[in-house]
């Protein structure tokens, strides 16, 4: 008998339910999944973009080619900056171009350089400091000759190599002697006893490291050549 009154009573409106609110109650529910579907899908897009913002800033960038040059000196940060300095129209990462540059930024610090024992000269007295800023002088411009020198070898015609075995045995050769003529000027200088030496010696400072970052590049240029997929003659 009770299962029956269940059968009766089912699908029949509760007594005490409003008709009317039925309609009602089923537009809030449809609003409130309308709303649960639209912050599932922000979510969604949201997460999505985290995800690919954090792939791709995990991925490693590709390693600066002048970077990758540089860290074979002593000296990489006044390499990295001198050479990026110049560095205004790159066709191609290329070992040769940045030692190229490195070159151009000697000649131009080593320009800057020879001036100033030139300007100590007239305001000295002393006959031994003058003799040896003048020795200076001869010593920085024959340092500016054997860097143009080196800097000439790079400059070549079409289809014929850059960069040779011997071209690099010379850049050496120049570029040491170049060194020692700076060396000999401090030295001239300190055996004067003159107190010019140090203010000479700290400018001399910046032009000594180029040449030290140069060297060490002509010395790595086979590695740094293979590096970059360049074959040297």
């Known amino acids: 008998m009770e299962s029956m009154n ?3 009573g089912y699908g029949k409106v509760n007594a005490s339910e409003d008709p009317s609110s039925i309609p009602t109650r089923r537009a809030a529910h449809k609003r409130r999944l309308t709303i649960a579907l639209s912050l599932t899908l922000f979510l969604t897009l949201l997460i999505c973009a985290l995800g690919g ?4 800033a995990s991925t490693p ?3 600066d080619p002048l970077k990758i040059v540089c860290a074979v000196t002593q000296h990489p940060g006044s390499c990295f900056d001198s050479i990026s300095s110049l560095n205004t129209n790159q066709p191609k990462p290329d070992p040769e171009y940045f ?18 024992p030139k ?6 007295n ?10 200076c002088i001869s010593l920085f411009d024959d340092a500016l000759s054997q860097l143009n020198e080196s800097a000439e070898l790079l400059n070549v015609g079409p289809g014929e190599s850059a960069l040779t075995v011997m071209k690099v045995n ?3 050769t120049w570029i040491s002697a170049a060194m020692t003529d700076q060396d000999t000027c401090l030295e001239g200088l300190d055996e004067m006893g003159s107190p010019l030496v140090g203010e000479v010696k700290a400018r001399v400072q910046n032009a000594k490291e180029y040449m030290s970052n140069t060297l060490a590049i002509l010395s790595n240029m086979p590695n740094l050549l293979q590096k970059f997929g360049v074959t040297m003659h």
Do not use: C, R, Y
């Open 61 to 63: 960038s590709s390693p």
């Open 126 to 135: 002393d006959p031994g400091t003058v003799s040896a800023l003048k020795d």
């Open 99 to 116: 030692l190229n540059l490195s070159l151009q930024a000697i000649v131009k610090e080593l320009t800057n350089v020879t001036l100033l």
């Open 170 to 172: 010379n850049m050496q």
């Open 6 to 8: 269940l059968v009766k």
């Open 53 to 56: 913002a954090f792939i791709h």
């Open 119 to 124: 300007a100590l000269i007239s305001k000295v």
